[in-house]
Every structure is written in C-alpha cells, then in structure tokens.
C-alpha cells in the first residue's frame, strides 16, 4: 500500500476542520497530539465514531460552523435521508447526491468490467428492498413507468420478499428482458429468490452485463443459485454504507480494493487468538464531501487483509482485502468464546447441499439455533450433516437445535439476517491493543 504526499494532506484537512468546526467532535481535540505529528500517529489518537454520536449532534453538531443545512436544503444542494434499521441503528444523514455519484463512478474504476460498461447513462435494474431504495407499494402492483427514474427500474416494491407471487417474479423476468439492463444490482437474497425461481421453472432471462451486489454479505449458497441462471455474468460485490459512500470494490480478480480518492480507512486487528492480525475492523473517514465530516466511523465491517499487500489486478493505492467476512451484528462466538464470523460460519454452511436459506442464532454462550429452508427429501441427514459441521467450528459441547421453515422473512431493515448473538459483543474486548 502507498499514498502520495497528496493523500496525507487531504487527511489533515479533513482532521483540521472536523477538530476546528465541527461541534461533535470538541470532545476529541484534547486528544489530537497536534499538526506537528505525523497525520496517522493523529489519526491513530483519535476516538470511534459510532452513529450515537451522529444521532445526538445532528444536524447542525454534525456540520462545520460556516455550513448553512437550511441554505443547502433550499438550493437542493442537500437532503436528508433516513437509514433503515433498528430503532438503535436508524440515523438520519446529509444526503449529498453530487458527492454519492462521483464515489460510486470512482468505485466503478476498481473493477475492469465495471469501468468497461459503466458510463454514468447506462441503464441500470435494481432488486433490493424498497425500504432500502425504490418505491414501496405493497398493495397495488406499479407498472414499469412508475419505477423508472432517470436511468434506473426498479424491479420490487413490496417490503416482504416471501411474499412474491410467481406472476410478480415473472414481471421481474419480463422487465429484464424489455429494459436490458447494463448493470442488474441486487441485494444477493433477493436476487438469488429469484433464481431458484427462474431454475424452477426452467425460465430464459436476460443476462447483464455485470451484477453488483449491495446491502447484503453474499452467501455461498447465494452465489451457487445465481450463479446457475447467469453463469457467464461477473458477480461483483460493493461495499460501503449510507454515511461513508463506497468504501470497497471487488476487483476482476476477486480481491477488494479501497476507494482511496474517496475514503481513508484504518484497520483494527483482533488479537491473535480471533483471528488478528490480517483480521478486524474498519474505520472509514471521508473524504472531499463538504457537508459530512465523519473521521474515524465505524461501518461494522469485518475485514481480512490480504497477506501480500497485493493483488494480481495490479491496483496497489489502498488497503487490499482478501475477503470481507460480514458485519459485527453477525458475529458469533465459539463455546470457549473465540471470535467467529459470517465468513467463517458460511464456509461450514456453504458446504450443505440443497439448502435454500440459513439462519444461525446463539442464544447464549453454548447455545445455537440453525433454521433451514431445504427442499431436500432426506432432513435427518441434513440435520445430522448441520450439526457435525456446526460442533467442528463451535466445540462439541455446543448444544445446536435445527429447525426447518418453509421461508425466512427479511429484518425490517428490509436486509436478511444470515447470523447473530443474542447478547452483546463488545469488540474493544477483541482489538489487538498493542497494533493499534
Ligand atoms: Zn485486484
């Protein structure tokens, strides 16, 4: 990894004035040793932003001294847009759509396919939640004029994905074949719901020319069922959040690259017994957007470096990742309580045939709730198969029960929830202080 001289002073001007201007983080200049230092031992002294801390100083805590919100709401310049969640996640955030576009475009050079197809006028379907993106009409079905804005479709305005008719997803196939979309987005549960769909009933759809996944972590058996309808389609995931923009893009040879021009990134390492030190978490600091300062804010990513530094792609500015293995919510911990992530989870889970979906709750300490969707005939053996790879990687003591539905209904975040605890993990517990 290398920055020029270029990127350091961004840094610190995005520091100087977060500490000089901006209200929510008065409490931090104590902290700063001063301009004199380094910009990353500065960095390095500085706190965690978490979204509390946006929620209780927004809006005018959140913006430096000199910006106007109610001038920037007039002229358009600005909006305010609520992120889905939880009570405790839902924040509300300065929306500034001129800056949103030049990341995701700066996102798209990270990726060759990406670069090759996308001009910024391409015609782009999405298939996530509305309560993400879109227009919600649970009720009444929208014809395709009422879902395209400028030019984008989007192919679902129902809230709850378990509900989807085969006339409605055969809409969605009919869409795809009228609008010939360059690029399909899609969150990969709602995208893979349509492909064991489609490979139901042996349908013919269009084939983009690249899917980018958003919102969602991928899982194994996710990417097995789309991959069955758009075999040749490059799968591409992005990775970022409604405060930071893009922080990470998946390259053509499958690594994730950082955003640079966009975002700094700190890396956290666990300690070594979770992991560390090429595994952790992310800070991401943004850069260049006039009206959000957010220094050191953390996503809830979980990340692994890549050992090398490198990439065959041959991209070298920022941190390269060999994979991203989920958020903190999906954490889990084995019974004598190492660290254990989505990642880490899906590779025992992606190993079970015929499943459609998975759900895997630890109740307490020894305690874990599988819930499967499977059209297999054989369940003994697949509960059998579940719980041996479940004990290799949480002990043998772990107590697993396996429940079988009939579907599994998104969060009201309209994002499906593959694994959580059900008690809190407090990750400072985990960081490998002395790395940090
Ligand atoms: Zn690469």
């Known amino acids: 990894m290398g920055f020029s001289p270029e990127y350091y002073e961004r840094y610190a001007a995005v520091l100087n004035t ?36 946006i929620r209780d100083n927004f809006p005018h805590g959140v ?15 600005i909006q305010l847009a609520e992120t889905s969640g939880t009570t405790d996640d839902r924040i509300t955030n300065i929306w500034d759509q001129k800056w949103w576009d030049a990341s995701e475009r700066a996102s798209w050079q990270l990726n060759s396919y990406m670069s090759e197809i996308a001009t910024g006028d391409h015609h782009e379907a999405i298939l996530v939640n509305p309560r993400n993106v879109g227009v919600i009409s649970d009720d009444a079905d929208l014809p395709m004029e009422k ?8 192919l679902n305005e129902k809230t709850d994905p378990t509900r989807w008719t085969s006339a409605y997803m055969d809409r969605m196939i009919q869409d795809l074949n009228i609008f010939q979309p360059v690029v399909l987005e899609a969150n990969p549960s709602y995208l893979a719901r349509l492909c064991r769909y489609i490979a139901d009933k042996n349908r013919a759809v269009f084939q983009p020319g690249a899917i980018v996944f958003t919102y969602e972590y991928p899982t194994i058996h996710h990417y097995h069922q789309i991959r069955r309808i758009f075999s040749k389609v490059p799968l591409i995931s992005s990775y970022g959040t409604t405060e930071t923009g893009y922080v990470f893009m998946q390259c053509e040879k499958g690594k994730w690259h950082q955003n640079s021009e966009f975002c700094r990134v700190d890396f956290q390492p666990f300690l070594k017994e979770h992991g560390g030190p090429f595994l952790g978490r992310i800070l991401v600091t943004i850069l260049d957007n006039p009206w959000n300062y957010l ?16 990439c065959p792609c041959g991209r070298s500015s920022g941190l390269v990742l060999s994979s991203i293995e989920g958020r903190k919510v999906n954490l889990t911990l084995t019974c004598d309580g190492r660290l254990v992530t989505l990642f880490e989870l899906d590779s025992i889970m992606g190993k079970l045939k015929d499943i459609d979906m998975y759900k895997l ?22 509960t059998e198969a579940a719980i041996m790879g479940l004990k290799k990687l949480y002990g043998q003591e772990a107590d697993i029960t396996v429940a ?3 579907d599994i209904a998104p969060e009201n975040s309209g994002k499906y929830l593959v694994s959580e605890a059900l008690f809190p993990i407090d990750l400072d517990n985990y960081l490998d202080k002395q790395r940090i």
């Open 18 to 53: 977060a500490l000089s201007k901006v209200a929510m983080y008065r409490p931090w200049k104590s902290l700063d040793p001063g301009p004199e230092y380094p910009v990353d031992v500065r960095f390095a002294a500085m706190p965690v932003l978490i979204k509390k801390d």
């Open 63 to 77: 913006l430096p001294s000199d910006m106007d919100i109610e001038r920037g709401l007039a002229s358009g310049e």
């Open 147 to 154: 879902r395209r804005l400028s030019r984008f479709l989007y």
């Open 295 to 310: 220094v050191r804010f953390a996503t809830g990513d979980i990340v692994r470096l890549e050992e090398t530094g490198k």
């Open 361 to 382: 709750i630890q109740t307490d300490k020894n305690h874990y709730e599988l819930y499967l969707v499977s059209r297999s005939t054989m369940l003994e053996n697949m």
């Open 404 to 406: 079988y539905q009939s």
